[in-house]
């Protein structure tokens, strides 16, 4: 058998699989894939891994409540290059407990304070460290352990008598969560960050696949992006290409700190120890949460407790730009899709503030009602003491006359007179197993219906979309048409309805701001699936050397030059996005099969033993890369 034959049989069977998975996914959706996938350049994660971002978002989320490799793992990823540190105005949060300490130390025992640690052998002692489960849907096995001060994590695969087929074990160094709903883990590997593929459900007391894994293995190659970790981490250097890549330090403060809400305390440590006093009582040299107004002060937790349908940092900034007192519109924009009344919203899992600005004690107290009106981040009550600790907070604005329940019924039930329990219900959360976050909307009973404003929300210059972060003082401003391409772009995979917006504004922002990267790179996207490529060559070119670098980008200009039969280019181009984004494993596919085509058949193979050696689970690429060996031996 020639060498040409074999990898011509390769490349066959590439694409048989990537056409089993074009029609399953154009069947689930009733679009044609080439709609589907018109726009993938505007996603801000993967191509085929939008899915896994909201799970992992959500993941963090509900465990926050409450919340070195062994020598089989792959260590061939050097170090990449690192932008150097800028000069920081944080301080860090034990600089606050110099003066704070009462306070530091209870905020240290709430969830946020706990949001995530080292894995230390101290940890460990108070840690579930043992597990083992099969994934029934993949045959995969996964094992969670402990040794000498470490906890591991293990994906294997058995073949039918029992005996190993690959294992891939990695260290876990950081646990994520508080442990309320569970506990997850993340791995390193050089500078980048993933998350580990078991977590521990606390209601159910077991390691099991970490949200999301069902629908899809990935493994040990789940990264962890910006737009989460900033979010679960005090002060996360998460790189902006959103693939997982840190900078050489990844965190330079683990837990949520007092600086996420209080602003960067630089300025105020250094006048308090110099001893200047504040100026009428007022210190204007840190943010005090609660001198604020009630918008500013909700635009601090909806930077991390609301999410809506599709959040948007607006053009040059970075999650980490947010400051509290600021408004958050500033840094990112949160749009929603308007709901219908035979389909009212049903999520409560990071909607806290939308659910809130619908209950009646919010729209009766004149939109003054906030987040810490209720809610004092400091201090955590413990289950037992939370019916009793958020009784009081209820009671500041209502009466025991105020409810129509006797209070002997109220006495009976358990626990005893729960205003909370009865009026803020838990409910499952059903993309996470075994875990249930509260109803923010305060309903007087739970058949209640929703109000009228909740389908009234829209306005004249924003008909499509519901606005839910403007500045103060700016509800009728829409965002930019910038920050609405990226948003309608994200849309248009579960709301293809949005697929015309999406083009007017494009084509509006090709009249006004034509040199943008963003508006180069959605351009040549357009003029790629028009069948213009040379013309998708040169936006997609322009809008790479200008700085929108995201890997589809890359994968949409190679596609051009493959058309353009220019396939020796196609394959530079693959491997400059291939070295940007190194775990991207859909990537590395379509390098080896462009190797293959243009019968560089060294490379293409050296490629497939750096695939499999990255991604041991795959067990398509371990038959390929058997085959080829195969034929080297038979040689």
């Known amino acids: 058998?020639?060498?040409?034959?074999?990898?011509?049989?390769?490349?066959?069977?590439?694409h048989s699989q990537s056409a089993r998975f074009t029609r399953s996914h154009a069947g689930e959706t009733g679009q044609q894939s080439d709609?589907?996938?018109?726009?993938?350049?505007?996603?801000?994660?993967?191509p085929r891994r939008v899915w896994f971002v909201a799970w992992l978002l959500i993941f963090v989320s509900v465990f926050l409540r409450?919340?070195?490799?062994?020598?089989?793992?792959?260590?061939?990823?050097?170090?990449?290059?690192?932008?150097?540190e800028t000069a920081s105005e944080?301080?860090?949060?034990l600089a606050c407990a110099e003066c704070h300490k009462q306070i530091y130390n209870k905020y240290s025992q709430t969830g946020m304070g706990r949001s995530m640690s080292l894995v230390t052998p101290e940890?460990?002692?108070?840690?579930?460290?043992?597990?083992?489960?099969?994934?029934?849907?993949?045959?995969?096995?996964?094992?969670?352990?402990?040794?000498?001060?470490?906890?591991?994590?293990?994906?294997?695969?058995?073949?039918?008598?029992?005996?190993?087929?690959?294992?891939?074990?990695?260290?876990?160094?950081?646990?994520?969560?508080?442990?309320?709903?569970?506990?997850?883990?993340?791995?390193?590997?050089?500078?980048?960050?993933?998350?580990?593929?078991?977590?521990?459900?606390?209601?159910?007391?077991?390691?099991?696949?970490?949200?999301?894994?069902?629908?899809?293995?990935?493994?040990?190659?789940?990264?962890?992006?910006?737009?989460?970790?900033?979010?679960?981490?005090?002060?996360?250097?998460?790189?902006?290409?959103?693939?997982?890549?840190?900078?050489?330090?990844?965190?330079?403060?683990?837990?949520?700190?007092?600086?996420?809400?209080?602003?960067?305390?630089?300025a105020h440590v250094v006048a308090h120890r110099m001893g200047f006093e504040n100026v009428h009582g007022h210190d204007s040299s840190i943010v005090n949460p609660a001198s604020l107004t009630p918008a500013l002060a909700d635009n601090i937790c909806m930077s991390c407790h609301q999410t809506g349908d599709v959040r948007v940092l607006r053009p040059g900034k970075d999650y980490k730009d947010f400051r509290p007192g600021t408004p958050l519109e500033d840094t990112l924009s949160i749009l929603m899709v308007p709901p219908k009344r035979e389909s009212p919203p049903q999520q409560d899992l990071l909607e806290h503030y939308y659910s809130m600005t619908l209950s009646k004690c919010y729209r009766a107290s004149g939109?003054?009602?906030?987040?810490?009106?209720?809610?004092?981040?400091?201090?955590?009550p413990t289950r037992e003491e939370a019916p009793a600790y958020f009784k009081q907070q209820c009671l500041r604005c209502h009466n025991e006359k105020s409810c129509t329940l006797p209070l002997q019924v109220r006495e009976r039930r358990q626990p005893a007179d729960d205003c909370?329990?009865?009026?803020?219900?838990?409910?499952?959360?059903?993309?996470?197993?075994?875990?249930?976050?509260?109803?923010?909307?305060?309903?007087t009973r739970p058949d209640e219906?929703?109000?009228?404003?909740?389908?009234?929300?829209?306005?004249?210059?924003?008909?499509?979309?519901?606005?839910?972060?403007?500045?103060?003082g700016k509800k009728g401003i829409p965002p930019s048409a910038l920050v609405l391409l990226q948003a309608y772009g994200e849309l248009v995979e579960k709301h293809p309805e949005y697929l015309t917006r999406y083009y007017t504004v494009l084509d509006q922002l090709e009249r006004t701001d034509p040199d943008d990267p963003l508006v180069q790179g959605a351009i040549g996207n357009r003029e790629l699936h028009a069948g213009k490529y040379q013309k998708a060559v040169e936006h997609l070119q322009r809008a790479i050397k200008e700085g929108h670098a995201k890997t589809v980008l890359y994968t949409d200009l190679a596609d051009a030059l493959v058309k353009l039969d220019r396939a020796s280019e196609a394959v530079q181009v693959l491997k400059q996005a291939a070295d940007r984004d190194p775990f991207n494993a859909e990537l590395r596919k379509r390098l080896i099969v462009q190797l293959i085509q243009v019968k560089d058949h060294v490379n293409a193979r050296a490629q497939m033993e750096d695939y499999v050696q990255r991604f041991p689970a795959d067990s398509f690429m371990r038959q390929l890369l058997a085959r080829v060996q195969s034929m080297g031996q038979a040689k």
């Open 449 to 472: 219906p929703f109000p009228d404003i909740a389908f009234q929300q829209t306005t004249p210059a924003l008909p499509d979309l519901i606005h839910l972060n403007p500045a103060p």
């Open 420 to 443: 909370a329990g009865c009026h803020m219900q838990k409910r499952d959360v059903r993309e996470i197993s075994h875990s249930s976050i509260t109803n923010h909307r305060i309903l």
């Open 123 to 266: 940890i460990l002692k108070a840690q579930p460290t043992s597990g083992s489960i099969e994934d029934k849907n993949t045959g995969l096995h996964f094992d969670v352990y402990a040794r000498d001060g470490q906890l591991f994590q293990s994906e294997y695969e058995l073949d039918s008598n029992g005996k190993e087929i690959f294992r891939d074990t990695r260290a876990v160094k950081w646990i994520i969560g508080a442990g309320e709903n569970g506990l997850g883990g993340l791995v390193q590997q050089g500078d980048y960050v993933f998350q580990a593929p078991l977590s521990f459900y606390s209601k159910a007391q077991r390691w099991e696949l970490s949200p999301g894994y069902e629908l899809g293995n990935s493994g040990f190659n789940r990264p962890i992006l910006p737009g989460c970790i900033s979010c679960h981490s005090g002060r996360p250097n998460a790189l902006p290409e959103g693939n997982g890549h840190f900078a050489n330090r990844p965190f330079s403060e683990l837990a949520i700190g007092c600086e996420n809400c209080h602003g960067p305390g630089l």
């Open 90 to 93: 944080h301080v860090g949060s």
């Open 66 to 84: 409450g919340g070195s490799a062994c020598g089989q793992s792959p260590s061939n990823v050097k170090p990449t290059a690192q932008p150097k």
């Open 367 to 380: 939109e003054k009602l906030s987040c810490i009106s209720c809610h004092d981040p400091h201090v955590e």
């Open 35 to 46: 709609t589907r996938n018109l726009h993938t350049f505007l996603r801000r994660k993967r």
């Open 1 to 14: 058998m020639t060498e040409d034959v074999v990898f011509q049989g390769c490349e066959r069977m590439f």
